[in-house]
C-alpha cells in the first residue's frame, strides 16, 4: 500500500510543532496549525485520498510568514507541507 503524499511533511511539521518553546506554542495560529496536522495525519492514515481543507493552506501560509524568523525550522517544514499541496493540486 502507497503511503499518502502528504504523511511524511506532515510528520516533519507536527515534531517541529512539538519543538516550539512553550511561550510560543501557545500562538493560536500554531494550536490552528497543530490541530489541522494531527487530523489530517489520522485521516492520511486510513484514507488514501485524503484532501486537505483549502483554508489550510492559508493558515500555513501565514504561519509560514509569521514564524520564519524566530522559529526557521518549523517554517521549513511548513514550506514542504505547502509544496507537497501545490504538487497534489490543492
Known sequence: MNQHPLRTPLEQLQTELDRVPPPVAADPLLEEVRHA??????????????????SLREQLSTAMDRFEVIHPTLAAAIAQV???????GI
Do not use: E, F, G, W
Not at 496536522?37 to 483549502?54: E, F, I, M
Not at 505547502?82 to 497534489?88: A, P, Q, V
Open 37 to 54: 496536522t494531527t487530523v489530517l495525519l489520522a485521516q492520511t492514515t486510513t484514507s488514501p485520498t485524503v484532501a486537505p481543507h483549502p
Open 82 to 88: 505547502i509544496d507537497t499541496l501545490n504538487r497534489m
